[in-house]
């Protein structure tokens, strides 16, 4: 600039005042934003990594007191915890994994011209919109073999001697609230997918198949490269929240049969609010989030490589 | 190197028919350029020839082979779209060798090949940019290229160079020109360009409304076109056109100066009187067939075209080569060159006169 602001102090202490204040003014735009953030987020989040390092229980006559790493060493020789580690990885990654394929076929099914499409792409929402309550209550049932229909088909197909429950079943009961959360979450995938589906030119497609491409080959070549930033970005939120989702295994089985269907949200559940003790939940917790960092930071680095259109 | 022929092809979407009945032969390494209005039906012609759409009815052939319902992939055409359809996700190398990958030839020879056009195309030293990475230009010789590596039976270009600026226009156009005689295949090629079409097209296809109204090289229909609706779309600035009647070897359009035409020998009749702006000369006294206010001088430096008007016909436009000092406001005679005058009908058919062989229609 040529020109000289009049408004300017020239002064040197009034300069700094001014470019200080510049720098400072979008933080004064943010600050509603960053306290209500800083208030529901960060300082619980502060206060519940802080439990972990106490002795915090409600049932023991002391107060809280600080024990440092204590409750992570007790944590290290917890045979109930590693199970539950176990079965959360068993429990995240089948349950993700199918709600993702299927969720993927249920898009690429819906991204077809066909007579009612919007209708039925509308419908598929919906258990996504029942409370995950309601799902496990309603899949529990269809479990039982006194009131619900699978016990008696599993039975009439071959896959069980009798009628039992699977949800009884230690080695298999897993399956149960597997089940009913790949039913509950293939439409999040569903539509997100089908959103992004449709934001691929048809162009593409047809310079493909005038190049000579299959359908699978136009699949693998041109859809999926398109698919891939979004598929990682959902996978990596579905992930997080199946991992922290406790409402199914609470409800369908309680953990059991002899904790075989124990996953860590639940287990942290139980230890706060059943046993009361706060602290070595807190323990827990902050193991299950160090996990999903790692796992996030291992993803995100992934999404960067591809390309992004 | 095809032969592309079309029997009586229809096309429909549900009730709304935008084709009815269209046939057309293209000959072996022939150049085809299709023009007409928007909307006529012409990207949906190519398109029912690569198979990216169906034909509701009639025959469609490549070399004698019935191909309506193989698929695109099997009818071994390339197809130039509009906006090039480049895959974003893919480098230029891959985007050029993709249907080779498709076809999982030797990468060996796949890299040659491409290397080879990519020289050809100057786009040698862009062969590892993504195209968002690219001008407009070079992602048109992208789409090129990647049509030509394939080295197809025939090339179909639905408006390739309509996205490009002038100059680039007339290079690309130049480019076209010579790929086209170095490859010798068959190529069929839809543009609003006239100088595109006159240019480049060893035949030109005129559609209206789903309907070919004529076939001919770029001179017959600039010549002797088959109808008003060619005579008016072909030529820029439009031919003149007047609505007037024939009566003992004149057309009279107002009742005063009737233009004779002696080469004529028709009953009296209505007619449209048409000729084109490079064939009226400026005329003084009894050599001018009629008088004109000039309202608007264009001067273009090759050619000035003057917008007469002249009583009781309406605007007469003439082209006059170099720079001629005509002036707005001027009251200026204009000739009309007899030979190449053409009337139509009151149908819009062209009539034929004396040493002129009827036109094709
Ligand atoms: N999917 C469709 N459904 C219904 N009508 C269509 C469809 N696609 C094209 N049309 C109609 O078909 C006619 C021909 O379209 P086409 O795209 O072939 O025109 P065009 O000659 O290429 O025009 P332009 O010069 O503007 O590209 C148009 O009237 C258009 O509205
Ligand atoms: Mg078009």
């Known amino acids: 600039m040529i020109t000289k602001n009049d408004n300017a102090p020239d002064t040197l202490p009034g300069r700094f005042q001014a470019r200080f204040g510049r720098l400072l003014e979008p933080y004064i735009y943010l600050s509603p934003a960053l306290v209500l953030i800083a208030l529901v987020m960060f300082i619980p989040l502060i206060i519940g990594i802080s439990f972990s390092f106490q002795k915090y229980s409600l049932i023991s006559a002391s107060g809280p007191e600080w024990i440092g790493f204590a409750n992570f060493e007790k944590l290290y020789g917890d045979r109930r915890f590693w199970n539950a580690a176990r079965n959360t990885l068993f429990w995240t990654v089948c349950s ?42 309603t899949w529990a049932w269809l479990f039982n073999p006194i009131i619900g229909p699978i016990s008696h088909w599993m039975f009439a197909l071959g896959l069980f001697s009798q009628p039992d429950s699977l949800l009884a079943d230690p080695q ?42 299959s359908a699978w080959q136009s699949f693998t070549k041109i859809t999926l490269p398109f698919l891939a930033p979004m598929i990682a970005i959902t996978v990596l939120l579905r992930t997080i929240w199946v991992a922290n989702f406790a409402d199914l295994v609470f ?59 | ?27 072996h390494g022939e150049f085809v350029v299709l023009v007409g209005p928007s909307g006529c039906g012409k990207s949906t012609l190519l398109r029912m020839i690569a198979g990216l759409e169906s034909i509701t009815k009639g025959d469609l052939y490549i070399d004698s082979d019935r191909i309506n319902d193989k698929a ?3 009818r071994d055409i390339a197809m130039v779209f509009q906006s090039y359809a480049l895959y974003p996700h893919m480098d230029v190398a891959r985007n050029m060798g993709f249907s080779l990958e498709i076809r999982k030839e030797d990468k060996a020879l796949k890299t040659d090949r491409v290397q080879r056009i990519a020289d050809k195309l100057g786009l040698d030293t862009f062969l590892d940019r993504l195209p968002k990475a ?136 209505a007619v449209h009187f048409g000729i084109r702006p490079e064939h009226i000369r400026l005329a003084e006294g009894d050599r001018a067939d009629c008088t ?56 819009g058919k062209a009539i034929a006169h004396a040493g002129q062989s009827p036109t094709r229609q």
């Open chain 2, 1 to 27: 190197m095809a032969k592309i022929e079309l029997q009586n092809v229809a096309k429909s979407y549900a009730a709304l028919e935008i084709m009815s009945d269209l046939s057309l032969t293209i000959e």
């Open chain 1, 172 to 213: 298999y009961a897993m399956w149960g609230p597997i089940v009913a959360n790949v039913w509950y979450g293939i439409p999040c995938f569903g539509v997100t997918l089908l959103a992004a589906l449709q934001s691929i030119p048809d162009e593409l497609y047809e310079a493909g198949a005038m190049d000579g491409a």
């Open chain 1, 96 to 137: 993700v994994v199918l709600q993702f394929s299927l969720g993927l076929g249920l898009a690429l099914l819906l991204n077809r011209p066909f007579f009612g499409r919007r209708i039925v792409q509308a419908l598929i929402l919906l258990p996504w919109a029942v409370p995950g309550f309601l799902t496990g209550l």
């Open chain 2, 72 to 74: 695109p992939r099997d």
């Open chain 2, 292 to 347: 004109g206010l000039v309202e608007v001088v264009e001067r273009l430096g090759s050619d000035t075209i003057v917008y007469a008007n002249v009583d009781g016909w309406g605007i007469v436009v003439v082209r006059l080569n170099g720079t001629a000092d005509t002036q707005i406001g001027d009251s200026i005679g204009l000739h009309f060159d007899r030979a190449q005058v053409r009337l139509f009908d009151a149908d």
């Open chain 2, 134 to 269: 690219l001008s407009g230009g070079q992602r048109q010789r992208v789409a090129m290229g990647r049509a030509i590596v394939r080295d197809p039976k025939a090339f179909l270009f639905d408006e390739p160079l309509s996205n490009l600026d002038a100059s680039l226009r007339v290079g690309m156009r130049l480019e076209i020109a010579r790929l086209h005689r170095e490859l010798g295949a068959t190529m069929v090629y839809v543009t609003h360009d006239q100088v595109e079409a006159m240019t480049l097209a060893d035949r030109i296809v005129v559609m209206n409304l789903g309907n070919i109204e004529q076939v001919g090289t770029p001179i017959e229909l600039y010549e002797t076109p088959a109808n008003l609706f060619v005579a008016n779309f072909i030529g820029s600035p439009n031919m003149n056109l007047f609505e007037g009647a024939f009566r003992d070897g004149s057309v009279v359009i107002s009742s005063d100066n009737p233009v004779s035409l002696p080469d004529y020998d028709l009953p009296a009749q």
């Open chain 1, 251 to 309: 409800i369908m089985t309680g953990g059991g049969p002899a904790n075989s269907t124990q996953i860590l949200p639940n287990y942290i559940f139980t230890t706060a609010f059943r046993k009361l003790d706060f602290g070595y939940a807190a323990a827990i917790s902050v193991a299950l989030l160090v996990l999903l960092f790692i796992y996030a930071g291992i993803l995100l680095h992934m999404r960067r490589t591809l390309v992004k259109v």
